[in-house]
Each structure stands twice: as C-alpha cells, then as structure tokens.
C-alpha cells in the first residue's frame, strides 16, 4: 500500500479529539488477529475435552472469552479509533442550528 | 414442522398482524420518499439516524437463516459451531478496514450504488460491468435463500394452514408494496419493528429452551460430553481450519455486500454510522451465540435427529415450550412472527440494492444513459419485481439445507473485497489486474462449487478463489500501475488529490 500519506500525523481540528483512521492504528489489527487466532482451538490437540469449568470444556471458554475480546476490540476501534468526518459535520450542524436561530 | 400445539388460525392471525404493521409502517415511511431521486429512494436521501441505522444493519445482517438454519448446525456440529458468534463480528471488523475512508468518499461524490466507487477509482470500464453483475448474482442468490426460508418459516408457523407457496406469495407482495412505495426508508423503519421482533423471538427461545432443561446448562453439556464426545471435543485440525476460513471468508463478503455498503452511504453522519457499527459488534453475543446455545440444548431434548429432520429443531423446542402454558405459548407465536419478519427484512433490502444495481448500472449507464431519474427508478423497480417472480419459481424446489445455500454466495461477492478494501488505499491498483484478478477468483470459485469440490483441508474455494484474485492484483498492479493512478482518498488531507488520468480497465 502507499504509505506516503498514511505516515503523516493526523492534521489536529482546531478542537476536540485528533483525526483518527481504524486502519492507521497497526496495534489495533495486531490485536484482533491475535484475538481471533486465540479464539480457533488450532493449537490444542483434537479430541480433548477435559478439564470442565462448571460443565463447559476450558478451550470452549477460552473461544468464548477471545470473542468477547474481539468484540471489545471492534467497539473501541468505532468509537475511538475513528474520527474523519464527524468534527467537520458536527461544526457544520452548529453552524446550521446558529443560522436557524439567528433567522 | 407439522402439528405444532400452536399452529392454525393463532399462527394465520399473527403472521397477518405482521403484515399489516409493515404495511403500516411502510406507508407512512413512504410519504417522505420521492421516487423522482434515486437518492431519495434508495438512500432515503442519506439521512438514516442511529436507531433506523442500527436496527436496518442488524435485520439485514441477521435474517431468519441466523434462527432456523443455525440452531440446526449447533445441533449437529456442536461446540465447532461456536464459529458463528466470530464470523459475525468479524463483518463489522470488517468493514473497519474500508468504512470510514468509503463514508468519507460516498458523501463527498454522491454515491448511490456501490458500483459507483468502483467507476469513480478505476473508471467506466469492463471492471464495474464485471462488479454489477457479480452483485446481482450475489444478491440473487441471497434473495432466494430468503424466500425458500420465508415459505417454509410461515408454513411452519401455521402448521401448514397457510400452504408454502401462499404464505411466500403474500409476504412478497407486502414486501414489494411497502418496498416499492417507500424505498430504502420503508425498508429500514420496518427492519426497526422486525429487528426488534427477532431479538424478542430469540430471547423468548433461548428461555423457554433453558427452562425445559431445568435451567442446567452445565448438566446438558456434561450429558453431551458422555454421549456425543465428539461434539464437545478440541475439533479436528480440519474442522479448526474451516472455523479460521469462515471468519475470514464471512467478515470480508457480508462487509462488501451491496446492501451493507449502501447502508453506508444511507448513514446521517459519521457519528451515527461508527455508533451503530460500534452496538453491532456486540450483537453476535446476543444473536448468534444465543441460538448456538438453542442448537447444544437441542442436543439433549431430541437426541439422534437425522440431518434433514434436524432442520425442524427451532420447531421441535418451539412446540414443547409452546405447550408448557399459554404464555409461552404466546411467546413461541411472537418467535415464529419474528423470523419472518426478519427473513422479509433480510429479503427486502437485498432487493432494493438489486433494483439499484439495475437502475443505476446497467439500465441508467449502458441502456439509456439519457433516462430521466424517475424512469432509472422505474425501471429499476419493474426489473426488481420480475427478479423476484422468477427466484419464486426457483423457490418452489428448495434445495438441500438452509447453510449450504447461504455458503455458496459468499464464494462470488467476496471477490468484490479487493477493489474496496485495497483500492481505498493503494493508488497504484490498477483496473485491468483489478478485472483480471476478480475475474480469475469468481471462475475458480464457482468451477469448484460446481465440481462439487468445497474446499481444501478446510480452507473453502472461495477463500483460495480470493487468495488468486489478490495475488493477480497485486503483481499486476506492480507491473503495470503507476504511482499515481488512482485518486489520494485520504481523507486527512485537506483536500484530495485528483488523479492525473484514472485508468480504465
């Protein structure tokens, strides 16, 4: 990919929280395929079942938690991780609703 | 699902309370739509705000397949078929690696379809005609895997009061009336009302379920390790590789689908897209893994079903949770109402990106490029309802299980994900890779599917089918791409830089 602009900082709004694009945070795609390749048994010897955790087999629990990580990861990168348009919307809604009660 | 203790005329009556409601709602969605703007009509004008936003993503990612399909694929695979939980997140994490940069794009040019991206990168050649008629045969096929799920969820429903054909005939005209009347608005305040009855149905289903067991999870799993070890085992290395497989292959197609992509451009504002995106994530927990625990609970009130009369297993634990009393009773109707619902919801978004496609792409660019915006409309809803009269009758003989047809589509739309996920960002992607790769992909897809051959030591053929697509684009956008091709996106910089000559394939 071209990375030319990708490496350049995030050119900072005049306030509010710095521009923020999900597929320039490499942690963040570190971290869900770890999260996702923690959650597939490919690394346990099939067959196994034991030891239960209150009647669930522990690789059962281990999928389950990696995919609440996963979820988790995926909310935050909505929420913080992803920021283009919306201070420019958010000015420009403003600047609508001033006109409006200015008229 | 014959001779369920609540089938007959409760099951007639609330099937038909849910049509009048979408009728209802579709009607007063439609008086703002104006079929005179395409943008109007299929985008509703891009001015979906959170709770329609959320609940269109969610009816039109979730459809009755997700109930009555997945249940069954718990039952029979057991716990591999965690799967379904992942695979469904992974469409959301998915779309992070185009969304925000598309969002950004779609708002600035005026996207209506996601061809357009597609002509707007790489410019009008082979490669967007190749991408529309990938899309209609995606969405096509999703289509009729709704329908043939539509007749059989309302045939079960009823008991077969209502007969197959009747019962898909009658959602479909409510579906094309509220459809036709109301555009993408009507589509997405009705997927409201259905998002809202499949989560209620699959709530009430999980709790009937647990409470026939006792409310003893842990005592149907241990019962199952004794008696179908293999269910509850490690799975084999195969099983585990296919389980990788399908959270790539699934996260990459659904993300790509046309009707995902519009409801990006239909979002209000960035703030209502990455909101609704971010509750998203969180819905599989509450869907899919919900009916996963439907299916294992299956395991021990109806052991030793057959694969074709494991399919009825949403059916078989409705019945007996219907016949514990009257207000489960009632809720299994509520159930039963919400899958249609949501397969009706799932059916009519496919068909509005289907009729957008036609309007936009092939009738408005290459047969009448003149046509005034109300005719593209119009055309584009006429080909819409022809569409659907021929998959009716395709409908008519379902073929094998539910699963195996949703699979199958994914083979073709996930060789789409290229030209959005890489074309977004690489500029020297260039049309005629693009078009050559895409085209390699879908070949070695479909000829594997049709020579029977689904996949190789569990990786599907559409997984290798999209691994020659990338390989093919990459090389040759090296070889033959400049630079600068394609236009810089970046939406951090103030204003984009224009590409000098955007090549065409």
């Not at chain 2, 990168?121 to 999703?142: C, D, E, H, P, Q």
């Amino acid at each position: 990919m071209d990375r030319r602009r990708s490496d350049l900082p995030a050119t900072p709004p005049a306030e509010g929280p710095p521009l923020r694009e999900p597929i320039r945070i490499p942690w963040l795609w570190v971290a869900m395929g770890l999260v996702v390749l923690a959650g597939v048994p490919l690394y346990l010897a099939p067959g196994v079942i034991r030891p239960l955790v209150g009647g669930i087999p522990f690789w059962l629990l281990i999928s389950i938690a990696a995919t609440v990580a996963f979820s988790a990861l995926t909310c935050w990168a909505c929420l913080r991780g992803w920021n283009l348009a919306e201070p420019a919307e958010e000015a420009a809604a403003a600047a609508e609703r001033d006109a409006e009660v200015r008229s | 699902m014959n001779g369920l203790s609540f089938s007959g005329i409760s099951g007639v009556l609330v099937l038909g309370a849910y049509a009048v409601i979408m009728l209802a709602i579709g009607w007063w969605a439609g008086r703002g739509t104006s079929s005179t703007s395409a943008r109007s009509y299929y985008l509703s004008g891009g001015g979906l705000g959170f709770v329609a936003l959320f609940f269109t993503l969610y009816a039109t990612q979730y459809s009755g397949n997700s109930i009555v399909g997945y249940a069954p694929e718990a039952y029979r695979s057991g716990f591999s078929w965690w799967q379904s939980v992942p695979f469904m997140v992974a469409v959301i994490a998915a779309y992070l690696l185009f969304a925000p940069r598309l969002y950004v794009v779609a708002k600035r040019e005026g996207f209506i379809t996601p061809t357009d991206w597609v002509r707007h990168r790489f410019g009008s050649g082979k490669l967007t005609i190749l991408v529309a008629v990938l899309m209609l045969w995606g969405l096509a096929n999703y289509l009729l895997e709704q329908l043939v799920a539509m007749g059989q969820g309302i045939a079960g429903l009823t008991g077969a009061t209502i007969p197959y054909e009747i019962g898909v005939i009658a959602f479909v005209l409510v579906m094309l009336v509220y459809s036709w009347s109301g555009g993408m608005r009507a589509v997405a305040l009705t997927d409201v009302m259905q998002g809202i009855a499949l989560l209620v149905g699959i709530g009430v289903l999980l709790f009937g379920a647990l409470y026939l067991v006792g409310g003893d999870l842990g005592g149907v799993t241990t019962a199952l390790a004794q008696t179908d070890p293999e269910k509850v085992a490690v799975p084999e290395t195969a099983t585990s590789v296919e389980w990788l497989s399908m959270i790539l292959m699934i996260g990459l197609g659904a993300a790509v689908y046309p009707h995902a992509i519009q409801r990006i451009y239909a979002a209000r504002s960035e703030r209502t897209l990455k909101r609704s995106l971010a509750v998203m994530a969180w819905m599989p927990l509450l869907t899919t893994a919900v009916v996963f625990v439907v299916g294992i609970v299956g395991t021990q009130l109806f052991p030793g079903l057959s694969e074709d009369d494991s399919e009825q297993l949403v059916g078989m634990i409705a019945n007996q949770v219907a016949g514990i009393n009257v207000v489960f009773y009632l809720m299994m109707i509520l159930l039963f109402g919400g899958v249609v619902a949501a397969i009706v919801s799932t059916a009519d978004s496919a068909l509005l990106a289907f009729s957008s496609v036609v309007s936009r792409d092939i009738y408005g660019r290459h047969i009448a490029p003149n046509a005034p915006e109300k005719r593209q409309v119009l055309v584009g809803k006429i080909v819409g309802v022809i569409a659907v009269a021929i998959l009716l009758v395709l409908a008519w003989n379902p073929p094998g299980t539910l699963y195996e047809i949703f699979v199958l589509k994914f083979e073709l739309i996930v060789q789409l994900a290229p030209v959005f996920m890489l074309g977004l960002y690489w500029r020297r992607m260039a049309a005629g890779p693009a078009f050559w790769g895409m085209l390699a992909g879908a070949l070695l897809s479909g000829g594997l599917t049709v020579a029977g051959v689904d996949d190789f030591g569990g990786v599907p053929g559409g997984l290798v089918g999209l691994a020659v697509n990338v390989l093919i684009c990459v090389v040759g956008s090296m070889m033959v791409g400049r630079p600068d091709d394609g236009p810089d996106e970046d939406p951090m910089v103030a204003e984009p830089v224009r590409a000098g000559a955007a090549s065409s394939a």
